[in-house]
């Protein structure tokens, strides 16, 4: 069985404060694939990242950076500088080939930027 | 850009009527999902097809079938709703090749209220 704990419900910031969301996983596969989703309050789930079980590459794309590790089965997000546009609710998500390519959701992790 | 429209983005029912929630997407993906969105809980999925006339059950299926007649169309059906399937109901679609890597694309969602 796989399963994604995102034990933050909810965090709330200053702008321009760093913040950090946490996520752990289980999986008995050694092939994974790990995503970080966005949901705005339009509500549309908007994809931002995925990696690979292999790729222990840390990743930044501006603002955003994601820290994938192995050894503790946490594949972090955090966002630098927050704004007031980042406030969505976060899910990370887990998907193997073991689990018939089906992709299980952490809880998900409520940010609030506040200006 | 993929796009998946969902019907309605709110819907208000009565408990013992029966209920169709509509979902296209314009991208020819084979894999389409539907998924409940629950605080606390994040996405469980409901049904799954893999392709035209393919349904398998999800983690929560009681309550709830599936149609999908035409590869661009998945279609959630509450028998009889209740005020327990009161929740949003997000519907996603991928595509095939290149499983389990692929990421989902999501509707807007809609907010199902059961009285």
């Known amino acids: 069985a796989q399963k994604v704990t995102q034990a933050q419900t909810e965090i709330s910031v200053v702008e321009k404060e760093d913040v950090t969301l946490d996520c752990v996983y289980e999986t008995r596969d050694t092939t994974y694939y790990l995503f970080w989703y966005k949901q705005p309050p339009s509500g549309e789930l908007v994809f931002l990242i995925r990696?690979?079980?292999?790729?222990?590459q840390n990743e930044i794309s501006g603002r955003y950076s994601w820290n994938f590790q192995k050894s503790t089965s946490s594949f972090n997000f955090t966002i630098t500088a927050s704004q007031v546009v980042d406030s969505a609710v976060y899910f990370c998500?887990?998907?193997?080939?073991?689990?018939?390519?089906?992709?299980?959701f952490g809880g998900g992790t409520r940010l609030m930027v506040k200006p | 850009d993929v796009k998946v429209t969902q019907s309605s983005r709110y819907l208000v029912k009565r408990t013992g009527e029966k209920v169709f929630l509509e979902c296209v997407q314009d991208m020819d993906h084979e894999n389409m999902f539907w998924y409940r969105q629950d605080p606390g809980l994040g996405l469980r999925l409901i049904y799954f097809s893999y392709d035209v006339k393919m349904k398998e059950k999800g983690d929560i299926p009681e309550g709830y079938s599936v149609s999908r007649e035409k590869k661009e169309r998945f279609s959630l059906i509450l028998e009889s709703a209740s005020t327990n399937q009161t929740s949003m109901y997000l519907c996603a679609s991928r595509r095939a090749r290149g499983l389990p890597n692929e990421k989902l694309f999501f509707g807007s969602g809609t907010q199902l209220s059961v009285l």
């Open positions: 990696r690979n079980s292999f790729d222990e």
């Open positions: 998500a887990l998907s193997t080939n073991n689990a018939g390519n089906m992709l299980t």
